[in-house]
């Protein structure tokens, strides 16, 4: 069952690896991306309401910092999770990418701008590892990406 849980100052719905996001959460996301991201090992998908009656929407929490996400998603299912469990978390959205330098599209998880984590923005950053050049070419992906997917 999805989660609620408090992180940041903010109620998210929290999806374990074997959660499903119910098709009438309102949330606008990809069923075939969805189904690559739930049982990723530095992901786990969130939907947020940023205003009550807007409508949810929907990202992922990445770590790059070998939390181990199956565990995670025991405690979380416990009611034993605590808020330092995401002090290594980032928000990410699903993108379409493209190679400035040689035009190959690939799919990516990229750094999103303020959804949660905005006081401490700059030190999570600094502590993140990202993915930092085309798997293609080499050249910089010129966007703060956390994961390629293809
Ligand atoms: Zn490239």
Redesign the pocket.
């Known amino acids: 069952m999805p989660t609620e849980l408090t992180v940041a100052g903010k109620v998210i719905t929290y999806f374990t690896a074997d959660d499903v996001v119910p098709p009438d959460s309102g949330a606008r996301f990809d069923r075939l991306v969805d189904a690559r991201l739930a049982k990723h090992p530095r992901l786990r998908r969130f939907l947020v309401r940023l205003r009550p009656g807007w409508p949810a929407f929907y990202y992922v929490l990445h770590w790059s910092n070998g939390m181990d996400l199956a565990a995670l998603d025991g405690r979380v299912i416990a009611g034993t999770v605590t808020e330092e469990e995401f002090s290594g978390a980032l928000v990410g959205e699903f993108l379409d990418h493209v ?1 400035m ?2 035009g ?1 599209h690939f799919e990516v998880v990229a750094l999103e701008g303020g959804v949660l984590f905005t006081a401490d923005r700059q030190k999570r950053i600094s502590e993140h590892t990202f993915v930092e050049s ?1 798997p ?2 080499g ?1 910089s992906l010129r966007r703060l990406v956390l994961e390629i997917l293809t």
Do not use: D, Q, S
């Open positions: 190679c330098e040689c190959a085309c293609f070419c050249a």
